[in-house]
């Protein structure tokens, strides 16, 4: 897991051991802003094992539309939204007010799936 500030958004990299998906690795965001407009989303790396701010995708969280070219399987694929339904509402939580929560409290309320 790490932390990393990108245009001034908290990313959080979450990969297997919070997941419970081996090789993916997910960046979900923390914007700090309830009256954020932006729909929440998080990136997946198409890079296995490490995130890749040069190549990924996102996935809209309320909807699971993707954007982007995916290069992971049908399977993998399958099992990121599998995970990100049985975590929405923290997710958008996270989204939105991540920046009121530590870290490490946000990653105790996310199920592996």
């Known amino acids: 897991m790490e932390n990393e ?5 908290d ?3 979450l ?3 919070t997941t419970g998906i081996k090789k993916i ?13 932006d729909e929440s989303k998080i990136k997946v790396s198409n890079k296995y094992k490490n995130f890749s ?3 990924f995708f996102t996935i809209s969280i309320k909807d699971l539309k993707t954007d982007g070219k995916i290069k992971i399987t049908d399977k993998e694929l399958s099992k990121v939204i599998e995970w990100i339904n049985l975590n929405k ?3 958008i939580y996270y989204w939105k007010e991540g920046n009121e929560i530590p870290s490490s409290k946000f990653m105790k ?3 592996k799936i």
Do not use: M, P, R, W
């Open 53 to 55: 701010f040069e190549d």
């Open 25 to 37: 690795v997910i960046c979900t965001y923390s914007y700090g802003d309830k009256k954020l407009k």
């Open 109 to 111: 309320k996310l199920k």
């Open 89 to 91: 509402k923290a997710l």
């Open 5 to 9: 500030h990108k245009n001034g958004y």
């Open 11 to 13: 990313c959080l990299t």
């Open 15 to 17: 990969g297997y051991i």
